[in-house]
């Protein structure tokens, strides 16, 4: 790795969107880590960037564990300077329906695990007067979807804090963004029916599915050169399903 290169965090990197982000980083040029919750998951992720990256094990619930993984990645390949907070879980109920722990544990990993893992890089991003954050948000948190009031609640926190955060650290040269996709084909959607997703599709402008290229391109561009100048903002990828 040379000493001039990016270091890029990409959380959830193992599957889905996040394993396009982290490949099309590396393609930019960035030495990339990207985070898995279990070891297999870590070294799939390390298998697939090659020389231009690793995988590290890292679950958002546990701020000590955080911290401490942080601390490892700073000391072992430097202070990440870019920042991909797109890790994200459902746990769908009707909110009639729904227990404590479905809401606690979609707010504990997607929102209040965005607070743990970012606070602790931005000293990194601050030294060197540059960084850039992209935090995953989804067309829900503007939308609202039934049966995912506790999932919705944090995509909307993560567009407050996006917006807070770039009027917190923009004298520094550092950008914060958030990238709210639509209805794309990962994991986390192939659980639906045939027939609920022919309905999204339907209610698509652009009549697809996307795909995780769609998103990855878009926090690419953020990241990039071409982005400088765009920060506080959530930038919508959702093919037409939602406008506003
Ligand atoms: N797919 C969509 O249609 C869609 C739409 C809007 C927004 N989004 C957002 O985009 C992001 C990526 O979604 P995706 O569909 O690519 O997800 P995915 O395929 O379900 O992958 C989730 C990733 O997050 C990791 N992860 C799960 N729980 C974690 C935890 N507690 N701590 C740390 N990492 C954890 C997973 O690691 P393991 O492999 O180890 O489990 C995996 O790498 C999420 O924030 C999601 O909310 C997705």
Known sequence: MSEDRKIAL??????GIGKA????????????VGTATRPEGAAAVADELGADGTGVVL???DE????K???????????PLVLVNNA???RDNLLLRMTAEQWSDVLDANLTGIYRLTRPLLRGMMRARWGRI???????GRMGNAGQANYAATKAGIEGFTRSLAQEIGSRGITVNAVAPGFIDTDMTRGLTDSQRQTMIDRTALGRIGTVEDVAGVVAFLVGEAGAYITG??????GGLYAG
């Not at 990409?10 to 599957?15: D, F, N």
């Open 134 to 140: 992209v935090n995953l948000s989804s067309v829900v």
């Open 88 to 90: 994200g879980v459902t």
């Open 10 to 15: 990409v959380t959830g990197a193992s599957r």
């Open 21 to 32: 982000i982290a490949g099309n980083l590396a393609a930019d040029g960035m030495f990339v």
């Open 69 to 79: 993984t942080v601390a490892e990645i700073q000391s072992r390949y430097g202070a």
């Open 59 to 61: 679950r958002l619930e």
């Open 64 to 67: 000590a564990v955080v911290g």
């Open 233 to 238: 903002e959530t930038v919508h990828v959702n």
